[in-house]
């Protein structure tokens, strides 16, 4: 007769025990398990969570896509925003500023009114020195000839202008639009500056030397959309009424 170890017969009946512990816990359901088939029956999961109450709305959802297709525009493109806060929208110059964005990637609504504002001191000033160098540079060929006619003109007469620049009261886009690829936006411009023609005899002969003059101009700033030159030039003038 074969004869057993006791060690042995120790370990097999500790091996039952644990297999029947074993089968007894994965054969029944905890409070926390749920039907595989109820995570897919919407009337079910909808019951669940009448059941569950307000603990179910702690759980935060991370949605896939964004939830609202037609978000505010402004939070797509904060330029555009920009434009809003220059031209009330849905008016021709708002509608306008943005068919310039829609041509011009690189166009920055703030910036433009920033170096626009720049421009039209440079060009003053420099129109009152006669330095058309400096005009070659920000006036379209047309408006730099007709700059420079008037610049020759008063220099083979022997007259100057003296002329001090205070400053911008206020500059507005009057209209914008994109024409044949190019884009236009025109300012209206009003002023305060110190200006007059003196004779070669240093005689006044034209405005004031001494009283600040209020100037209103109307003037047009344009740049080809396809080009790779960011730069605006004046393309045309006007006195503002």
Same mark, same amino acid.
């Given at each position: ?8 017969? %120790? &370990?097999?009946? %500790? ?7 074993? #089968? ?6 905890? $409070? ?17 969570? =009448?059941?569950? $109450? ?20 402004? =939070? ?6 920009? +434009?809003?806060? +220059?031209?009330?929208? #849905? ?8 068919? &310039? ?13 920033? $170096?626009?504002?720049?421009?039209? =001191?440079?060009?003053?000033? %420099? ?17 730099? =000839? ?7 003109? #008063? ?31 025109? &300012?209206?411009?009003?002023?305060? +500056?110190?200006? %007059? ?20 101009? &109307? ?23």
């Amino acid at each position: 007769m074969q004869s057993f170890d006791p060690f042995t017969i %120790a &370990i097999l009946v %500790a091996a039952v025990v644990v297999l029947l512990k074993l #089968r007894s816990v994965l054969g029944q359901k905890t $409070g926390h398990q749920e039907d595989l088939t109820d995570m897919f029956d919407p009337k079910k999961r909808k019951k669940q969570s =009448e059941q569950d $109450g307000p603990a179910a709305d702690n759980v935060v959802k991370l949605p896939t896509r964004p939830q609202n297709d037609n978000q505010d525009a402004d =939070e797509k493109d904060p330029r555009l925003a920009q +434009i809003d806060k +220059i031209a009330k929208p #849905r008016t021709k110059i708002n509608k306008g500023l943005k068919e &310039i964005l829609a041509a011009d990637a690189g166009f920055n609504p703030k910036e433009f009114m920033a $170096g626009a504002d720049m421009a039209y =001191e440079m060009i003053v000033n %420099a129109f009152a020195q006669g330095d058309t160098k400096s005009l070659s540079n920000l006036l379209s060929p047309e408006v730099y =000839e007709g700059f420079k006619s008037v610049i020759d003109d #008063r220099e083979s007469r022997g007259e100057t202008v003296q002329s001090s620049f205070i400053g911008i009261d206020e500059s507005k886009v009057h209209s914008a639009a994109v024409k044949s690829h190019e884009a236009h936006i025109t &300012i209206k411009f009003i002023s305060q +500056i110190v200006s %007059a023609t003196l004779d070669k005899e240093g005689t006044v002969i034209e405005g004031d030397d001494k009283d600040i003059a209020r100037v209103k101009d &109307i003037w047009t700033f344009a740049r080809d959309t396809r080009s790779d030159d960011p730069n605006w030039k004046l393309v045309a003038t006007e006195a503002g009424a």
